[in-house]
């Protein structure tokens, strides 16, 4: 899992999101760590309404994997913008 380089990825480059659902997103306490839950329906009973986030639930990995790949090898200012690449 790569999920840090994955944002800036994403920012950068949406093309590389294969799939994506929109639910309310929560973050609920489990075991004294926190996790973010996206949640529909019946499980948000009781709950304030919030607006859908952008889930990622899909994306292209060999793209992502060959950019970050090139990001890490290439000179800064030699790689080629994202709509050439």
Avoid: K, Y
Avoid at 17 to 22: G, W
């Amino acid at each position: 899992c790569m999920h840090d380089p994955l944002v800036p990825a994403v920012l950068l480059d949406p093309s590389l999101v294969t799939a994506s659902v929109h639910r309310p997103l929560f973050v609920e306490s489990v075991d004294n760590s926190f996790r973010a839950v996206g949640r529909d329906g019946a499980a948000l009973a009781g709950r304030p309404a919030r607006a859908p986030a952008e889930i990622i639930a899909g994306v292209d990995q060999r793209r992502l994997l060959d950019r970050f790949v090139a990001a890490l090898t290439t000179p800064l200012g030699a790689l080629p913008p994202i709509a050439d690449a």
